[in-house]
Nanobody
Framework: QVQLVESGGGLVQPGGSLRLSCAPS????????MGWYRQAPGKQRELVAT???????NFADSVKGRFTISRDNAKNTVSLQMNSLKPEDTAIYYC?????????????WGQGTQVTVSS
């Protein structure tokens, strides 16, 4: 069983920055894709950003130019740097990891960390 431990959430004013980190209980090299999703109250969970083992990145249109995602194999973490935060970024942010061992795909989720953007 894989555990994903998230950290870095909190309360920030609009225009501010936060950095989220996700540390898996197994080597990050096992996962083909890692990323972040978020769920705001009353809304469905949505993709924020992903990064593959080849460092290909994908971002939701709503965060392009403001958020960056990085993968540090030495520290065994994936980080989401969030800049120019807006109130609409308020949500619970979840770390996700995908491991594909053909034909099986395994998805893992963290417990979530709250991000609140408010003045």
């Amino acid at each position: 069983q894989v555990q994903l431990v998230e950290s870095g959430g909190g309360l920030v004013q609009p225009g501010g920055s936060l950095r989220l980190s996700c540390a898996p209980s197994r080597s990050i090299s096992l996962f083909d894709v890692m990323g972040w999703y978020r769920q705001a109250p009353g809304k469905q969970r949505e993709l924020v950003a992903t990064i593959t083992s080849d460092s290909e990145r994908n971002f939701a249109d709503s965060v392009k130019g403001r958020f960056t995602i990085s993968r540090d194999n030495a520290k065994n973490t994936v980080s989401l740097q969030m800049n120019s935060l807006k109130p609409e970024d308020t949500a619970i942010y979840y770390c996700n990891a995908i491991r594909t061992t053909w034909p099986r795909r395994s998805d893992y989720w963290g417990q979530g960390t709250q991000v609140t953007v408010s003045s």
